[in-house]
């Protein structure tokens, strides 16, 4: 290793390109620390920065036979890292608007299913609610709202007084009011 130790960065970039390993590991160990410092500070996480640093190595191992240097490893390999930190984070950012877009659809989804569900419960809870009055009274409600006819049609059609109408409807009004309170509005 120690004549290796004396080539410039184009030298050993030339035994990169030809194979060989020595050379590889002289480029380690000149650079790890170095890049590993930079991409600590551009990622401002260790694990993160020694995953990017290896990535760059490897990287660098798999190209070492296409490998150009116009300015040195140092230009090289701070360029390197520079890119690698920039497409992390940029994936980083796009996993983190995807999550966020996913839980944001998600809680859309669960409230309006929520109150969809809710809303079916309060209906099929009304109808059973309705369908437990006596019968005369269900069928002037019914007539009433479901078929909106006035006090006079639905006297004329059950053969009663307006005022058993009423008194049917007023029963029906109070036992639902006490059921649903300030939803019944919501139901009629």
Not at 13 to 38: C, G, P, Q, T
Not at 139 to 157: C, K, T
Request: proline content about 1%; charged content about 30%.
């Amino acid at each position: 290793m120690a004549p290796y130790d004396k080539l410039n960065d184009f030298e050993v970039a030339e035994l990169l390109r030809a194979d060989s390993e020595a050379a590889f590991k002289l480029i380690y160990n000149r650079y790890w620390d170095k890049l590993y410092v930079i991409a600590c500070k551009r990622m401002g996480e260790r694990l993160e920065a020694e995953e990017v640093v290896q990535d760059i190595f490897c990287n660098l191992w798999r190209k070492r036979r296409s490998l150009t240097l116009s300015k040195g490893f140092d230009n090289y390999l701070a360029v390197a890292v520079k890119f690698e930190v920039i497409n992390r984070l940029a994936k980083h950012a796009r996993a983190s608007a995807y999550e966020k877009e996913l839980a944001g659809a998600l809680s859309e989804v669960d409230e309006s299913m929520l109150q969809q569900l809710d809303y079916n419960e309060l209906q099929r809870k009304f109808k059973d609610t309705v369908n437990g009055l006596s019968e005369k009274c269900r069928i002037v409600f019914n007539l009433q709202h479901e078929l909106g006819y006035s006090h006079q049609q639905i006297a004329d059609e059950l053969d009663i007084s307006t005022k058993t109408v009423e008194a049917h409807l007023s029963k029906a009004r109070r036992t639902l009011r006490d059921t649903f309170g300030i939803f019944l509005g919501l139901l009629l």
